[in-house]
């Protein structure tokens, strides 16, 4: 059994020293996990302009999220054991080149179809580079206080992209038109793609075991429909035909899945390691900082615009501050981990991120909520992004290298399913509701109810007490 204790505050306060080359392999590694999250949101202000122009009629608009988060939630896991098997940084390269090209394609459509074939490509491009960045991340930077620092900063550039997506969407729409937005990711590709080869080194697995087909069909698929239903309830609800068979399609395809894993020799996932007290707990407390924070984002962006009447650049205005904390935060959560353990600031960061979501409820039509809107939002992002930073470090922390793609697979899944299902889940309890003041207060206060509830689990499941965690698996006695 071992224990997680406290380190010194003395190491905590020891920053790893990086090489340039180890710079500028984080550089390459963050440069690309940013442009995805900025991917999250940057078009989300210029859809209705993006609408007009190509003609797409208002429930065709869903579609431009949904088109990228099937391929990118849905091919996670298999591209992250793809990259385990087969060389990571081979395939980091192949999604980078495929989302620079996508998003070309995406920048000059002619028309609804060629836009959202590009949409779609993004999303292919981002479920390869997501999981290979990640466990390039974590096999180049060993454990300790250097793989830390690096979660740290990739942590909040993840953060701070989808962020810095709400801002520059609406200024680059205002200004240049919502072709810009596409066009912006598409430099980002141009950066990263020609520093990749020469710095990032190649890992896979040493033994190349046979790729699990049967399991890799069931967990696709069943991804795929999930992600499917619940972003078609966001815009429909739940009693369309097609999201209630999709959604039962999902989840007997994933308990397929389970049954597959459990009888191959060679599986996709490792049951076992979702056994781990630190996977499993650990994927549950970032599917819940993930889903109910991009909820909130969700609900405070119509409050801002429909309630107070807000513009698009005033309202990422807003969200600006959030970032600006979040990255502040970035700063400081690795000394934080260091010197509380990775698994107490998760419980912790989920705790305040609670607390404060709960603020937002004194919300109102007052021009006056505008500063508590900013304030609460940006602090509890600020415990969200300690969130996230802990439960990457406590999914992957003892985890062989062999294996790492596999843990940021599930790392990264938990990511996109949770910036995925929040919004369907919660967000439809505001945009039907007769008064949306209403049910914004509601969607917050259920959404507060869900984080601190969690909270609780996850510190009940990984043990934490006062004075130790224990880290033995699920299964363990």
């Not at 096999?139 to 942590?155: C, M, V």
């Not at 996977?279 to 801002?304: C, E, H, K, Q, R």
């Not at 505008?370 to 003892?398: D, K, N, P, Q, R």
């Amino acid at each position: 059994m071992a224990i997680d204790t406290p380190s010194p505050v003395s190491d905590a306060l020891d920053t790893p020293r990086l090489s340039t080359r180890d710079k500028l392999v984080l550089f390459v590694l963050c440069a690309a996990q940013f442009m995805v999250a900025l991917d999250f949101s940057v078009l989300n202000v210029a859809l209705p302009v993006l609408g007009a122009d190509l003609g797409m009629s208002p429930s065709a608009l869903q579609w431009a999220v949904t088109a990228f988060a099937l391929p990118s939630g849905g091919f996670l896991l298999l591209f992250g054991r793809i990259g385990d098997l087969y060389g990571r940084r081979k395939l980091f390269l192949v999604g980078l080149a495929l989302f620079g090209a996508a998003s070309l394609l995406a920048t000059f459509a002619w028309d609804p179809a060629s836009f959202l074939a590009g949409r779609a490509l993004q999303g292919l491009g981002a479920a390869a580079i997501v999981p290979t960045g990640m466990s390039l991340l974590t096999t180049t930077f060993p454990e300790g206080p250097a793989r830390d620092r690096a979660l740290g900063i990739s942590g909040t550039l993840l953060s701070l992209g989808f962020t810095v997506g709400m801002v520059a969407g609406g200024t680059l729409t205002d200004t240049f038109g919502w072709r810009s937005t596409m066009g912006l990711l598409s430099v980002f590709a141009l950066i990263v793609l020609p520093l990749a080869p020469g710095l990032l080194p190649e890992s896979r697995t040493p033994d190349r075991p046979r790729l699990d087909v049967p399991g890799a069909i069931t967990v696709t698929g069943g991804l795929l429909s999930l992600i499917y239903a619940l972003s078609t309830a966001a815009d429909h609800g739940f009693g369309r035909a097609d999201v209630i068979v999709t959604l039962i399609a999902g989840l007997l395809l994933l308990a397929a899945f389970v049954k597959i894993e459990s009888r191959t020799a060679q599986p996709l996932v490792s049951l076992p390691m979702l056994r781990r007290r630190t996977v499993a707990w650990g994927n549950i407390g970032g599917l819940v900082t993930f889903s109910m924070m991009s909820t909130v984002v969700f609900v405070l962006t119509l409050y801002l615009q429909e309630v107070l009447h807000l513009s698009a650049f005033e309202t990422g205005l807003v969200f600006g501050v959030q970032g600006v904390l979040s990255a502040v935060a970035g700063t400081y959560a690795p000394r934080v981990i260091g010197r509380f353990g990775p698994r107490r600031t998760l419980v912790g960061s989920l705790v305040g991120q609670g607390t404060l979501i709960a603020a937002l409820l004194g919300l109102d039509t007052g021009s006056w909520s505008v500063w508590l809107a900013t304030a609460a939002v940006s602090l509890a992002s600020m415990c969200h992004l300690g969130a996230i930073i802990s439960y990457g470090i406590t999914v992957t922390s003892g985890v062989p290298d062999e294996e790492q793609g596999l843990a940021t697979g599930l790392v990264t899944s938990t990511q996109q399913v949770g910036i995925t299902v929040g919004i369907p889940l919660l967000g439809v309890l505001a945009t039907t509701s007769d008064d949306l003041l209403s049910g914004v207060h509601t969607v917050l206060a259920v959404d507060t109810v869900i984080v601190l509830a969690a909270a609780v689990l996850v510190a009940t499941g990984l043990r934490v007490r006062s004075g130790a965690v224990e880290a033995e698996p699920v299964g363990a006695r």
